[in-house]
């Protein structure tokens, strides 16, 4: 059974840091990501990153957020420093298998920074 299991949400003030985890198990994973929900919005990708190291940043996001990965653990971190409000949202994790193909979901874990 695949499970996705995040960690790391919470309220910060605008300019402060908090670390996502993301640990997947039952399933050997080549791209974890993160997306972020707001409501009345098409869900976003934020960061992404492969079995390889190789990343991807959304552009509101680059040089403040940071996605890392131990594929040991099968896990992903995000570490976002200097939140601002507009970075409030439900963030959650995705885990894609190349082959054969299969892509899962976190539950998602809230993040709210205040002004």
């Known amino acids: 059974q695949v499970q996705l299991v995040e960690s790391g949400g919470g309220v910060v003030q605008d300019g402060g840091s908090l670390r996502l985890s993301c640990a997947a198990s039952g399933i050997s994973i080549n791209v974890m990501g993160w997306y972020r929900q707001v409501p009345g919005k098409q869900r976003e990708l934020v960061a992404r990153i492969t079995s390889g190291g190789s990343t991807m940043y959304e552009d509101s996001v680059k040089g403040r957020f940071t996605i890392s990965r131990d594929n040991a653990k099968n896990t992903v971190y995000l570490q976002m420093n200097s939140l601002k409000p507009e970075d409030t949202a439900v963030y959650v994790c995705?885990?894609?298998?190349?082959?054969?193909?299969?892509?899962?979901w976190g539950q998602g874990t809230q993040v709210t920074v205040s002004s």
């Open positions: 995705k885990a894609e298998r190349v082959w054969p193909p299969a892509t899962y």
